[in-house]
């Protein structure tokens, strides 16, 4: 030990000395804070200090002193965090105890502040990850989901219009209206649970686009007055003039937004009337804010359901009847808050109820545009019927398609149950369209349309007119058909008009070429 | 004569090996995160299959924020094994295992060195150790302190090897 030491020991209580043997028997201590006997093993005192042991067993104890800081030591009565030096002497060896508990414990909460914040932004980190990995497989579950609901529905829907152009007894035909609109149903739930799933994946863009507000309106107004009718209610529509004529926006997610509040007003009102007006909030040089006010003298809500009226299933009404999955008003405040919009609700039970949205939009001071019709088309005058290749692997698609196309007397038609086949089938026979699906096996729907484009000199096979098509349906579906050389897209479940509308649209646009 | 053995657990803060400390030595497990300043040691004896019986004295150092070059070389003196405990969450608490392999080789060639993966509990045992046999991570156990799976057994094993 040297001076210094011994004149700081003899100062500072905050030191313990112990003298022990090389076998470990203490010879002296001054029991400052640990109360060790004396002739007892240092060993028995605290595991600590077998490393004496060891530190002979290897020779290190040819050092002359040894340091261990922040040592942690204990006995039944004391507990200190010291440093421990070990100073080596020929018969002897003298342990001194520096206790630094308080220095240690004020370290010990800036290490701590410092690695829970480092763990926690990890733990967080690993959370986000998660739940994004869950978010993923929720969307492509739902999305697989969809294509499997889609493809059945297809089916009962074309069918359901294959079988009302037969001669039905009246309750045949009250049955087929029945199916009909409950397929309908359940398509658009489909489309709701993709929608709510588009948005809280973020993945809904907006879509800004010019469009008529006067001709949204009034459709609007044209298809609810029906339904008002039926229900013998009063349905009064009001816009403000100074509205513009033309606005951009999101036509569809605004028809979408509109089109649920009031279908629920309907569906919720028995008697008395429904009201529709449109305002102006503001108005700044291109931009302009709209209220659409639904008022309805329906059943209304209980004050204590309004906060929880926008949450995913919610459904207050016990009223079996009334048909509903409770994701329409989810998807309403969803959107509303992508447009950057604002919805409120007012109800009072058995007096109705008031929703006011606020939406932004901008215009353009232009002159109004003439409005687009949809371009009719006529198949070529031909002697002979045309012929159509369909590629689907679902004989239940395919025998639908087929009957769709004999039925109107103007097509042959030829299955083909994969991509291979489709490519034996134009190599053999001139077809006049193709319809294919895009996820039929071996060669799937965007490799075939590559190899017909590109592996053929005859234009007859590298031009003919290839229309895609799939259950799962979305924005970006046709740009990906029209991309990989196809001509256009339709979506699954078609109605039989649209199908037969693009196949013509096709084939006469092939003829005036 | 007494077998008495010295065990150092080293590796990044956080890891879990105080959990380990306290799963090995009473059996109990904390979810609350505790730093660990210098170095806390505890002795545990255990019987050996052939009856004989060994002090294990267990050294769990504070964990390091970058390589094992950070812990203090004091600590390591005198040991019989090293635990290299990692998280298999954090990938930064692996990161430098080859580099600290080295270093404790270079400076502690006898004493052998054990790899193990702690908090199991938080992942799919298949999964995650493919994922880190693909990244060439060779580790020699994975365990969870949290539900003690292989904790014990870790260490007899352990405890077996030792004394051989």
Redesign the interface.
Known sequence: MTKHQDDHLHFNPQVQIIKISYDGTIKETDNNFFNWKKNTSVFDA???F??L???E??N?TDKKA???????LEDSEVAK?CDVTFTIEKKEITIILFDYTTK?KD??QI??QK??S??LS?QLE?KNKYLLEKEEFKNSFIANINHEIRTPLTSILGFVEVLEKTKLTFEQEELARIIKRESLHLNSLIDDMIDLSKIESGKLKVVEERFSFQNLIDGFRESYSKVAEEKQITFETTIDPSIQEYLIGDRTRVYQIINNILTNAFKFTEEGKITFSITKNYQRTNKTSLNFKIEDTGIGIMQENIPHLFERFTRFDTDKRVSGTGLGLAIVKNLVDLLNGEIKVNSEPEKGTTFNIKLPFKFEVIKTAPKRKKKKYTLPKSKNKFRILVVEDEEITQYLIMKILISTGNFFVDIAINGQEAINYIERRKYDLILMDLTVSKIDGYQATHMIRNNYGDKFISEVPIIGFSGKANETAKDKCIRAGMDDFIAKPFEQEELIYKITKQIAKKAAD | MKL?K?VVLIGH??VGKTSLFRRFMDNEFSEE???T???????KVIELPDGREL?M?IWDT??HSNSIEDT?K??L???HAFIYVFDV??EETYATLHKDLEYLKKNHAKVPAKILGNKLD?VNEKEIAQHLTSQEIHFDCLTSAKTNKNVQNFFSELAKEITK
């Open positions: 605290h595991p600590f077998e490393i042991r060891e530190l067993r290897n290190d040894l340091n261990f800081p922040c040592i942690h965090i240690y370290l010990n290490a701590q690695n829970e480092i763990l990890k690993l | 008495s010295k803060f956080g995160y505790k730093v300043l210098g170095v806390q040691i505890k002795k002090s004295i504070e964990g203090r004091s600590y003196l005198g040991s969450t954090r938080l």
